[in-house]
């Protein structure tokens, strides 16, 4: 069983950046952020291949939101910048083997959840 803990978010103004940090307790092949805005699916932001460090993204965050992982602490981030009122959402982190019949933004491909983290962003 693998332990995620989430930090970061908050409220921003639209043009402003916030970090979230997502601290495993073991190591799994994927790692990855979903979020959920009210009334809406949970959908797939950016992930990352952790044995090749190759990483994926949302078209709608394509540029904006890079995602790392740091090895030495087995830490995901999510640096969050130029947010939109759209982004505004509970972003979750996750992990998990992958398994390879489901692409990166399938929920399916991850085995372990952290508690969400609110961000909200006004215009």
């Known amino acids: 069983q693998v332990q995620l803990v989430v930090s970061g978010g908050g409220s921003v103004q639209a043009g402003g950046s916030l970090r979230l940090s997502c601290a495993a307790s073991g190591f799994t092949n994927w790692m990855g952020w979903f979020r959920q805005a009210p009334g809406k699916e949970r959908e797939g932001v950016a992930s990352i291949y952790t044995r090749t460090g190759v990483t994926f993204d949302a078209d709608s965050v394509r540029g904006r939101f890079p995602i790392s992982r740091e090895n030495a602490n087995n830490t995901l981030y999510l640096q969050m910048n130029s947010l939109k009122p759209e982004d505004t959402a509970i972003y979750y982190c996750?992990?998990?083997?992958?398994?390879?019949?489901?692409?990166?933004?399938?929920?399916?491909?991850?085995?372990?959840w952290g508690q969400g983290t609110q961000v909200t962003v006004s215009s």
């Open positions: 996750a992990a998990g083997r992958g398994d390879s019949r489901y692409g990166w933004a399938d929920q399916r491909k991850y085995d372990y």
